[in-house]
């Protein structure tokens, strides 16, 4: 189970127990749509095959990311915008 906790990130429980997947810091503007984003990503990185802490943290990052413009699918980043702002916060 996912649980979103928005600017802190997201809680991930399993059989192994609880995970704590913090949130990356943005400058929200608009948080509508923010949860389609994250489940829509986690989605496509899970089906990648990122393990799933690993697709939760990436799914933080572009539902953050998805905050910093207003509305929904615009705001929404393209994979190669998506991929440069992860290599540049995970570095």
């Known amino acids: 189970m ?3 906790l928005g600017a802190n990130g997201a809680l991930l429980a399993g059989s192994e127990g609880m995970d ?3 949130a990356f810091k943005v400058k929200s ?3 509508t749509g923010a949860g389609d984003a ?3 990503s986690f989605a496509t990185f899970l089906g990648e095959g990122l393990p799933e ?4 943290k990436r799914a933080n990052l ?3 990311l998805s905050t910093t413009g ?3 699918q615009k705001s929404f980043y393209e994979r190669a915008r998506f991929d440069a702002e992860w290599n540049r916060e995970s570095s």
């Open 2 to 4: 996912i649980i979103t």
């Open 20 to 22: 704590h997947v913090p």
């Open 29 to 31: 503007v608009d948080s």
């Open 38 to 40: 994250f489940i829509g």
């Open 53 to 56: 802490r690993e697709a939760v």
């Open 62 to 64: 572009y539902a953050g």
């Open 70 to 72: 207003v509305g929904t």
